[in-house]
Nanobody, 117 residues
Framework: QVQLVESGGGSVQAGASLKLACVAPEPTFSTRAMGWFRQAQGKDREFVAVRLWSSETTSDPRFTISRDNAKKTLYLQMDRLKAEDTAVYYC???????????????WGQGTQVTVSS
């Protein structure tokens, strides 16, 4: 079982920034696509960002996905946050770059992000 551990969530005002982190074990960190999904209350899981090697894609230009190889950590920088960004954010790992949550077999426990307007 692959354990992904997220951190960095919290409650902020609209317009603020947050940076989420996800620590992953090897070989997952170096060999798998890793990314972020989110789920707002009462809604389906939604793609946010994914990265594999140097390829990446995000759902919104306000979000930046990056990684620190030495720390085995994946990051999600979120800028100019809006109330509609409120959700539980999950770190994921899987074999391919994909926007489909079913393609990621490994999920973290989630971290809550709450944005108040």
């Amino acid at each position: 079982q692959v354990q992904l551990v997220e951190s960095g969530g919290g409650s902020v005002q609209a317009g603020a920034s947050l940076k989420l982190a996800c620590v992953a074990p090897e070989p997952t960190f170096s060999t798998r696509a890793m990314g972020w999904f989110r789920q707002a209350q009462g809604k389906d899981r939604e793609f946010v960002a994914v990265r594999l090697w140097s390829s990446e894609t995000t759902s919104d230009p306000r979000f930046t996905i990056s990684r620190d190889n030495a720390k085995k950590t994946l990051y999600l920088q979120m800028d100019r946050l809006k109330a509609e960004d409120t959700a539980v954010y999950y770190c994921v790992a899987g074999p391919h770059l994909s926007r489909d949550p079913s393609q990621f077999p490994y999920w973290g426990q989630g971290t809550q992000v709450t944005v108040s307007s």
